[in-house]
């Protein structure tokens, strides 16, 4: 468990603070609807602020094509934003429960245990031991959004720091997270790291992409649930939409490979081999056009 790398790291007689950045699909994204339409009849167009992501009722059945419909993003003249009608906030941000469970029902959990290890132990403080940096992960850098929530991870830092005692903060990313704090760190001065940052731990950052993000665009999206229970298609179409996916995709240098296999996975067409995402948007440019493509695990 992760609490058991941070006892090694830190001395429990000078507890550091704790920051978490989480990964993708872990941060709760709230939204408000003022649509001028409906995607479908049984769709709201207004509504106040409620839970987008994740609330599980709301992946079930017809429910998915009003979730995907909020959910998704639009590209127009380089950027990438939500549809006209929708917008978001995450919230929690700076609290020390917010990363327990992904989802409404308090069902899948998350940081639950790290956080509840760091709290029992001598000295630990509610509110300034650990705290949470959720972010809305459908974004990645170079976006205005990114830089907004760069500038607040720092101010949570610097505030954390002096909160307590001018100790140094343990960062604790997971996945996406490991990108996301990566790419922060890289962003700062040295001097600046220096002084506040203790430490860095990176747990399964997918600094060379992972591999599942191809099945994810081409195949069934993020959540792989049967038909009857979810409409597969809705959630790759929605996939392809959002920014962060081809972040993740893997960088063949690094040699990412399926644990099943020696090989990378290829995507195959009559005219395009691939084993990485970069070609996914010719991928889909061969399948409207009518064209039969596999995707090969050899």
């Given at each position: 468990?992760?609490?058991?790398?941070?006892?090694?790291?830190?001395?429990?007689?000078?507890?550091?603070?704790?920051?978490?950045?989480?990964?993708a699909l872990a941060s709760r994204?709230?939204?408000?609807?003022?649509?001028?339409?409906?995607?479908?009849?049984?769709?709201?167009?207004?509504?106040?602020?409620?839970?987008?992501?994740?609330?599980?009722?709301?992946?079930?059945?017809?429910?998915?094509?009003?979730?995907?419909?909020?959910?998704?993003?639009?590209?127009?003249?380089?950027?990438?934003?939500?549809?006209?009608?929708?917008?978001?906030?995450?919230?929690?941000?700076?609290?020390?429960?917010?990363?327990?469970?992904?989802?409404?029902?308090?069902?899948?959990?998350?940081?639950?245990?790290?956080?509840?290890?760091?709290?029992?132990?001598?000295?630990?403080?509610?509110?300034?031991?650990?705290?949470?940096?959720?972010?809305?992960?459908?974004?990645?850098?170079?976006?205005?959004?990114?830089?907004l929530y760069f500038d607040r991870?720092?101010?949570?830092?610097?505030?954390?720091?002096?909160?307590?005692?001018?100790?140094?903060?343990?960062?604790?990313?997971?996945?996406?997270?490991?990108?996301?704090?990566?790419?922060?760190?890289?962003?700062?001065?040295?001097?600046?790291?220096?002084?506040?940052?203790?430490?860095?731990?990176?747990?399964?950052?997918?600094?060379?992409?992972?591999?599942?993000?191809?099945?994810?665009?081409?195949?069934?999206?993020?959540?792989?649930?049967?038909?009857?229970?979810?409409?597969?298609?809705?959630?790759?179409?929605?996939?392809?939409?959002?920014?962060?996916?081809?972040?993740?995709?893997?960088?063949?240098?690094?040699?990412?490979?399926?644990?099943?296999?020696?090989?990378?996975?290829?995507?195959?067409?009559?005219?395009?081999?691939?084993?990485?995402?970069?070609?996914?948007?010719?991928?889909?440019?061969?399948?409207?056009?009518?064209?039969?493509?596999?995707?090969?695990?050899?």
């Amino acid at each position: 468990m992760l609490w058991i790398v941070l006892l090694f790291l830190v001395p429990v007689q000078s507890l550091k603070p704790v920051i978490l950045v989480p990964g993708a699909l872990a941060s709760r994204i709230e939204a408000k609807l003022n649509k001028s339409e409906r995607s479908h009849f049984y769709c709201s167009k207004t509504s106040d602020w409620y839970t987008l992501w994740l609330k599980l009722q709301s992946l079930i059945g017809p429910a998915v094509n009003c979730w995907a419909d909020n959910f998704k993003m639009e590209f127009n003249e380089g950027v990438f934003s939500n549809t006209p009608g929708v917008e978001t906030r995450v919230p929690g941000f700076g609290e020390g429960h917010t990363l327990d469970y992904v989802d409404n029902f308090s069902y899948i959990h998350y940081f639950k245990d790290l956080v509840d290890a760091v709290m029992s132990l001598p000295g630990a403080q509610d509110g300034v031991s650990v705290r949470s940096a959720p972010y809305d992960f459908r974004y990645s850098p170079p976006s205005k959004e990114c830089e907004l929530y760069f500038d607040r991870l720092k101010k949570l830092i610097e505030d954390t720091y002096k909160a307590s005692n001018s100790s140094k903060v343990v960062l604790i990313s997971h996945s996406l997270g490991g990108l996301t704090t990566s790419t922060f760190l890289n962003t700062l001065s040295e001097e600046w790291k220096d002084k506040h940052i203790h430490a860095w731990v990176s747990a399964a950052g997918v600094f060379g992409g992972a591999i599942k993000e191809v099945k994810v665009l081409v195949s069934h999206g993020v959540i792989n649930l049967p038909d009857f229970v979810s409409n597969r298609l809705v959630h790759r179409n929605l996939a392809r939409t959002v920014m962060v996916t081809t972040l993740c995709c893997p960088v063949p240098r690094y040699g990412v490979r399926m644990r099943s296999s020696s090989k990378p996975p290829k995507l195959i067409t009559p005219r395009i081999t691939s084993n990485s995402c970069s070609l996914i948007w010719a991928l889909r440019t061969e399948q409207r056009s009518g064209r039969r493509f596999e995707m090969l695990v050899s």
